[in-house]
């Protein structure tokens, strides 16, 4: 797993793949899609997917592959070696979601939330291994969301494919449970090795799990905020934690739209600026701006 070219620019996101098996480009196969990171403040989300041939799930479950979230980080380490080593049957590829991008998409104008940021990428990997060659027939997906309008999704998107999506898919399905590590295994190692962009000095690294109630996380953030400019792009800025933090201490800034909004008690800059007030009712706008006067004498 080349991580080169995503620490280059950790800004915008990145797809990363293996080689698609020879196996898998002429047997049928299933494919599942987890994702590590959903939840932390801190860092990217990873989705992942793993697939073989049908004829070889037993041999993937052979592998004694299970829920990353039940692994140690050593365990999935050796567990993600013997999936990569098993290129002969199993290929799988990871779409890495920078915090950066995660934020901005879901504070823009038109909101991107993160349940259909989830969909559009696991809707893109399944994609991908279509388009590289990949025979899949079956897919097998961790629910974001409720699973049925998920599913039904899926397979109005992907109609030549059986589609299944189930809670907990992780632990039912030895296929998403390789997703799973596949993603945890990416995402641990971008954490660890995070190359800050902006120049912050030296940075304290101990910033925990990266999970909003992570004592370690809350202090890290606390620690690190710019009264101006924020948090650097490794923080995820639209998450309420980051959010109540810069409500609390950054310095507030006023909006050209906001004026209405302001506190009334409180005088405005374009005040300044204003005509003064007068006494005689006020002309609307229309007659002012066309220079209309009323006529007096025909």
């Known amino acids: 797993m080349d991580l080169e070219r995503f620490e280059r620019d950790n800004s915008e996101n990145c797809l990363l793949s293996s080689p698609v098996p020879e196996l898998c480009t002429r047997e049928d196969c299933c494919l599942g899609i987890d994702e590590a990171g959903r939840g932390p403040v801190l860092?990217?989300?990873?989705?992942?997917?793993?697939?073989?041939?049908?004829?070889?799930?037993?041999?993937?479950?052979?592998?004694?592959?299970?829920?990353?979230?039940?692994?140690?980080?050593?365990?999935?380490?050796r567990l993600f070696q013997k999936l990569n080593g098993a290129s002969d049957f199993i290929g799988w590829a990871l779409h890495i979601l920078s915090p950066?991008?995660?934020?901005?998409?879901?504070?823009?104008?038109?909101?991107?939330?993160?349940?259909a940021l989830s969909h559009d990428t696991a809707i893109g990997l399944i994609q991908h291994a279509l388009d590289n060659g990949a025979q899949v027939t079956e897919v097998f997906v961790d629910t974001v969301g409720p699973a049925e309008k998920y599913q039904e999704k899926l397979k109005q998107r992907f109609p030549g494919l059986e589609v299944t999506v189930k809670p907990k898919a992780d632990s039912l399905f030895p296929v998403v449970s390789a997703a799973s590590i596949c993603a945890k295994v990416a995402r641990d190692r971008v954490v660890k090795g995070w190359k800050f962009l902006e120049d912050l000095g030296d940075m304290d690294a101990e910033y925990g799990s990266g999970y909003p109630n992570d004592p370690k996380t809350k202090e890290w953030l606390s620690q690190h905020l710019d009264p101006v400019f924020g948090y650097p792009q490794f923080v995820r800025f639209s998450w309420s934690t980051a959010q109540t933090i810069l409500d609390n201490k950054a310095v507030p800034v006023l909006w050209g739209d906001d004026e209405e909004e302001a506190d009334k008690s409180s005088q405005s800059l374009l005040s300044f600026f204003s005509a003064p007030k007068e006494s005689k009712p006020q002309r609307h706008r229309f007659f002012l701006e066309r220079h209309l006067e009323p006529v007096t004498d025909l």
Do not use: F, H, W
Not at 100 to 115: D, E, F, G, P, V
């Open 43 to 77: 860092g990217p989300m990873v989705y992942g997917i793993c697939y073989c041939p049908v004829s070889r799930k037993k041999d993937l479950e052979d592998l004694k592959v299970a829920d990353s979230k039940t692994l140690s980080e050593a365990e999935r380490e």
């Open 100 to 115: 950066n991008i995660i934020s901005t998409s879901m504070q823009q104008r038109a909101k991107y939330n993160l349940n």
